[in-house]
């Protein structure tokens, strides 16, 4: 069975600042692992996705995101924030069967001017 | 345009009314998702089509009953719903069994009043 972890519900970088948002996964099988982003009164849209290849994957809008075996983790990272970042963030994981797609329940994103 | 296109994005109706949800892709995709999103709360998968197929339903209560007439098309039959049933319905697509992530349509904004 698989499950996420995302911790902090809510969490605030200045703009400029670095952008970490943390995921962790549970899985008894080799996990593929996603990263959504929600606008206001928006559906999800896929920032980026690791399926066993590179374990740095880089996606959209300059975020990027790191898959540690070691520590069942896949955080989100962006070097430098921007306004237009700000949004619900959402990591999801699945089996490599894709049968099962679990969400965590969200990271909601302010940026500080 | 995410290939995945929802109507209407807003629908206020009463309790007693009957009104439908509409759910389209163009991406050649085989499975199909409605999901609820209400605030404060994790994202809820409601049903599951694969190959026009219901192949799940996560005690959804009755007054909501989907369609999948075939596997471009999903609908989202409602009547007789709560003020609790406001909320963000997400459809998503997916290419099964082997998903490349999903890919969300922009919500229908429900609030029934």
């Known amino acids: 069975a698989q499950s996420v972890t995302q911790l902090g519900s809510h969490v605030s970088v200045s703009e400029g600042a670095l952008v970490l948002l943390r995921c962790n996964y549970s899985?008894?099988?080799?996990?593929?692992l996603f990263w959504y982003v929600q606008y206001p009164n928006q559906g999800l849209q896929l920032l980026l996705k690791?399926?066993?290849?590179?374990?740095l994957v880089k996606g959209i809008n300059g975020f990027e995101a790191e898959f540690k075996k070691s520590e069942t983790s896949f955080h989100l990272t962006k070097p430098s924030a921007h306004m237009s970042d700000a949004a619900e963030y959402f990591c999801a994981v699945s089996d490599n069967t894709g049968n099962q797609f679990y969400f965590g329940t969200g990271t909601s994103l302010t940026v500080i001017p | 345009e995410t290939g995945v296109t929802q109507t209407p994005r807003h629908l206020v109706m009463g309790m007693t009314n009957k009104k439908s949800l509409k759910c389209e892709q163009h991406l050649g995709h085989n499975a199909m998702y409605w999901y609820k999103q209400s605030a404060k709360k994790p994202l809820e998968l409601m049903f599951v089509?694969?190959?026009?197929?219901?192949?799940e339903n996560n005690s959804v209560p009755s007054r909501f009953s989907p369609e999948c007439p075939n596997s471009s098309h999903l609908f989202l039959h409602l009547h007789t719903l709560q003020p609790e049933d406001s909320a963000l319905y997400l459809c998503?697509?997916?290419?099964?069994?082997?998903?490349?992530?999903?890919?969300f349509g922009s919500g229908t904004r429900l609030t029934v009043v």
């Open positions: 899985s008894s099988v080799p996990p593929y």
């Open positions: 998503a697509s997916s290419q099964d069994p082997l998903p490349d992530g999903y890919t």
């Open positions: 690791y399926t066993s290849a590179a374990t």
């Open positions: 089509y694969n190959f026009k197929e219901q192949t």
